[in-house]
């Protein structure tokens, strides 16, 4: 299976830069760029428009195709595929050459793009070969070959000096480390670090369809372990958990020894040198009874749950009338501990939806509360404390945003709101997206987190975090 080539689109659809394609006609990118137009600019909305389009061949001679396309930013990025290629390798494939973006140009746009067109086709011809195949895609092995941006390489360009080429040609600064000469290909040799540390991130995600009635139609929650390694030599690291058996679906960084997570459920590794994802993994509980062959074969067909709790509960009233309708709003925490932070709630009123009239206020509780740097909060009271509301006429969508919302507190939004429509069509479901600091679903815990280094005599600091995101759709 190979991809045909890659294809990067600004806000407009218009193409900024792409990777050279195994097709030899010049007309087959062009089709995929007029195909995802088409089909953006036929969709009431970007969010509607199916990830996977189907491009019809243009002459008899040549075979259709399909690309796969993803949003980032405002960037669109493009994978052309034909003949019998998974999706899903293509989609893989373009979530790894956007982290590497990331790691070399920070923020990826099309500005960051256009000053740094030679690095990005670099990378092009790096990490997809003529054939297209995947090739080097990790980071601290492309970094050998492709020298990320900085000062210091420009004005070497501006004055005729190949800096990049005279580290590979094995002469001057690059003669004693070379491109590839490390064993493992996800870390380089030679590291040196006066400080050295390591810390990772449990970083989970609880998504959830709630009913009117407050039952959990659907839930889940995908957890990923992020480290950020500063490590000398080439240290070996193991990490173990006290309840590995919350952990399920586990995929690994290549740098983990797999035989010793099956037989024992430690990670075992040689950490890349900088920020990587150790492991993803889908939270479940074991604590429920083991199902039998009936319920087994009726939990194919339903929805799947987790035993998390909701955050919060919602209480809505939306009386509809004609030409418009009003709503009244009642958010709850349900958390004791723990405050929800950034909360934005979203309500489609439907096309044609104006004239909104709108108040925000606190109820009642919620006093202090532990914050995530671990001091004591008081919270204020007041009309809103902070919330707010705005209306986006274009999408049509109400977002009403709360900063913290403390344990056990209350607030509600009620208004009313006008349509161009003599039947008003609202979304019968408030999108709710929150974050929790210092908190996981899982409740994981790691057990013990030991570096060694055989050739370093060094102590690293080691840090241990997590935090957690939720989304919720209420429906009313």
């Known amino acids: 299976m190979a991809l045909d080539g890659i294809i990067i689109l600004d806000n407009n659809g218009r193409p900024i830069i792409q990777s050279g394609f195994r097709s030899t006609t010049t007309a087959y990118p062009l089709l995929h760029i007029d195909a995802v137009n088409d089909a953006l600019q036929k969709a009431e909305r970007s969010a509607d428009v199916d990830p996977v389009i189907y491009v019809a061949s243009y002459n008899a001679a040549n075979v259709s195709s399909a690309c796969c396309h993803v949003r980032v930013g405002d960037l669109r990025f493009l994978c052309p595929v034909s003949g019998d290629v998974d999706p899903l390798l293509a989609f893989a494939f373009l979530q790894t050459f956007i982290d590497i973006l990331r790691e070399y140009l920070g923020t990826v746009s099309a500005a960051t793009l256009r000053d740094n067109f030679d690095i990005v086709y670099q990378l092009f011809e790096e990490t997809l070969d003529t054939g297209g195949h995947p090739l080097t895609t990790y980071s601290n092995a492309l970094r050998d070959i492709v020298i990320p941006p900085s000062l210091l390489n420009k004005l070497l360009s501006v004055t005729g000096t190949n800096f990049n080429s005279t580290i590979n040609s094995g002469f001057g600064a690059g003669a004693a480390i070379g491109p590839f000469s490390s064993p493992l290909p996800w870390r380089k040799t030679g590291v040196r670090y006066n400080n050295n540390e390591i810390y990772f991130d449990i970083v989970e995600q609880f998504k959830a369809i709630v009913n009117k009635n407050g039952t959990v139609l659907s839930s889940n929650v995908h957890g990923k372990i992020e480290a950020n390694a500063k490590l000398s030599g080439t240290p070996d690291c193991s990490l173990n958990f006290t309840n590995p058996q919350v952990l399920e679906d586990c995929a690994l960084h290549p740098c983990v020894r797999l035989l010793r997570w099956n037989r024992d459920k430690i990670l075992s590794f040689v950490p890349p040198d900088g920020r990587f994802t150790l492991m993803d993994y889908t939270y479940s509980s074991n604590s429920l009874p083991s199902p039998s062959p009936a319920q087994q074969s009726l939990s194919s067909v339903t929805p799947s749950r987790t035993n998390v709790a909701l955050p919060f509960t919602i209480k809505a009233i939306v009386e509809l009338e004609d030409s418009g309708g009003s709503f009244d709003v009642t958010l709850t925490s349900r958390y004791s501990t723990h405050a929800l932070e950034n909360v ?75 349509t161009t429509n003599r039947i008003p069509r609202p979304s019968h479901a408030i999108r709710v997206h929150f974050d929790i600091s210092s908190h996981t679903y899982s409740a994981l815990k790691v057990g013990q987190l030991k570096v060694m280094n055989a050739k370093e005599n060094y102590k690293p600091f080691k840090g241990i975090r997590g935090r957690s995101s939720g989304e919720v759709e209420w429906r009313w």
């Open 344 to 418: 934005v709630a979203d309500m489609h009123l439907g096309q044609g939806a104006g004239g909104i009239r709108c108040s925000v206020s606190r109820g009642s509780g919620g006093g202090g509360f532990i914050n995530a740097g671990g001091s004591r909060n008081m919270d204020t009271f007041g009309a809103s404390s902070g919330a707010s509301w705005s209306f986006d006429a274009q999408r049509a969508v109400l977002r009403w945003e709360i900063p913290i919302v403390p344990p056990s507190s209350s607030w509600s939004m009620h208004g009313s709101f006008s």
